[in-house]
């Protein structure tokens, strides 16, 4: 199995180097500007050099250096330091609106599948909610809760929340009555059997339902900036957008696509550590 896996990874590093070398290809083949000095395509030549360090327009000041808007030079230092400052405030929002929709998810799907009842009322309605598109909610969450980091932290941990809600509410009807049956046959008391069978029996279905949550938390934070934040990733697109500096929505794009792979591994990982029974 490892074996497989380790083929897998250089397969898909074999892949991403391929895409690499067709965009370079492509930008060579395409010289139209988008506007004067931006190409529409832009090269990896561009984009590791004058791309990134125009990212030092979003440095915010810090650290006794001022921000760019109070005239501070262009160079890597600072954009580094925008471009990492920038992440950690979208990394903030990603984690807090996790963490609280992630867990409350969790929990009211175990609490409302203990009972078929709630189950058979809740259950299909979450369905349809699940449906919804996310990003179309975006204007609602902006109007309900604002549009500082409470309403974007609000929309992430609804987008988290009903997809492992709905994993939650899936998984405990479909747990092999056996399990269930073994365990009380041995004395196990309710507390017991929902701790060391109910948990674990649901696991595996969670740990898929998180992978999609953690693409779907890097959309809804990545949306919510677009509309309003004042910091973020999600800013540098908006701004970027507005000047059709199209070279830096593409780092910051190749950024965000770093960010959203890493974090799926670590927490693919993770569950796979806690997954290995025995």
């Known amino acids: 199995m490892n074996r497989v896996q380790g083929n897998n990874g250089w397969v898909g590093l074999l892949a991403l180097i391929g895409l690499a070398l067709v965009w370079q290809l492509a ?10 000095g931006v190409p529409m395509v832009p090269g990896w030549q561009v984009v590791l050099t004058s791309t990134f360090v125009s990212m030092s327009n979003f440095w915010m000041g810090g650290f006794g250096i001022p921000a760019a808007s109070a005239g501070t030079e262009p160079s890597y230092g600072v954009a580094l330091l925008s471009v990492l400052f920038n992440s950690l405030d979208t990394f903030r929002r990603l984690l807090l609106g996790c963490f609280i929709g992630g867990g409350l998810g969790f929990i009211l799907g175990l609490l409302l599948s203990l ?3 709630t189950n058979r009322l809740v259950g299909p309605t979450m369905r349809f909610v ?3 598109p996310l990003l179309a909610m975006i204007p609602l969450f902006q109007l309900w809760f604002g549009i500082a980091d409470f ?3 609000t929309f992430i941990a609804y987008g988290v929340g009903v997809i492992l809600f709905t994993s939650v509410l899936n998984a405990v009807p479909r747990i092999a009555p056996i399990y269930l049956a073994n365990a009380r046959c041995l004395g196990a008391s309710p507390w017991r059997l929902f701790r060391t069978v109910t948990i ?11 992978v999609i949550a953690m693409g779907v938390a890097w959309a809804a934070a990545l949306g919510a900036e677009y509309l309003g934040a004042q910091s973020g990733l999600g800013r540098i697109v908006v701004a970027s957008e507005a000047f059709g500096y199209l070279d830096r929505m593409f780092l910051t794009a190749v950024i965000i696509v770093l960010y959203a792979a890493g974090s799926t591994y670590l927490l693919d990982r993770a569950f796979a550590r806690v997954l290995q029974w025995g």
């Open 27 to 36: 930008s060579m083949l395409v010289t139209v500007e988008i506007t004067p």
């Open 115 to 117: 009972s078929q009842w």
């Open 130 to 132: 699940r449906t919804l």
């Open 151 to 153: 309403g974007m932290v």
């Open 200 to 210: 674990p029996a649901i696991l595996p279905e969670v740990r898929s339902a998180a």
